[in-house]
């Protein structure tokens, strides 16, 4: 795939369409179980339509990218998507971003050490299933649509709120992680990572390191327990990395410029 590959809008269209029907049903469900007193936790099967949920966009991905001639194939989409082969420095803005928004949720709302910090690496794996994969789908076709079409701040912000929007469901469901918690502090923080990811993506071209880094942000509350859900540090972490990314993105291009 290119560096500055973008999908076409009949891709944009379907993958939306597809992913949130998905959600929807498979959530919903969940959902509505969950206000009948039939819980994940003592029932089993209900992660079936859970897990489904969570990877309605990666499923919609590759239907509408191999639906419009955009990939040929599973192969060649998977090979997009786990494109590894990337530069060392790309490596390490990966982990400095994600250094940086844990500092400053940290500074912001406090914190305390849960686990040991090697537990991080020791979870990726995991955090691959449960949250990076997403970024097959969000940032591999949502966001580069958007940002062509309107811009890297406006792309950032209205990816963040898709992206949150999706989640909501889930502040529904009980026995997961956001039941129950402050969705209004999850907002901030899906426009915080947004930023991120969409600077990464652009930058770098990469859907793998979005997909990485999304695996470390999920990581690293299971080390350092922040305050993930405190409206204020959400609120000062998302200003933060607005202005990181965008002022890196902007630097990024006129370097491409006077080059």
Known sequence: MEKNWTPGSKAFRDHLIITFPIMIVCWGL???LGLNGITKADHAWINLPYVIGAFSTTIASYIALKKNGEVKGFKEWLKNVFDVK???WSYAAVIAL???DTLVLCLSGGFTMAAPVYMIILMLPIMLIGGGLEEAGWRY???PWLEKKFGFMP?????GLIWALWHLPLFFIPGVNQYGENFFAFIFGCIALSFM?????KITG????CVMMHMLTNAVPV???????GVRAQLITMIVMAAVTTVWVTLAKKKRVCE
């Open 141 to 143: 076709i949502t966001f």
């Open 86 to 88: 990337q530069s060392v």
């Open 98 to 100: 994600v250094a940086v």
């Open 223 to 229: 080390s350092i327990g922040y305050d993930f859900y």
């Open 197 to 201: 990811l969409g600077a990464i993506r």
């Open 30 to 32: 969940c959902v509505i």
């Open 206 to 209: 990469s859907v793998w390191l």
């Open 155 to 159: 792309a950032a912000l209205i990816m």
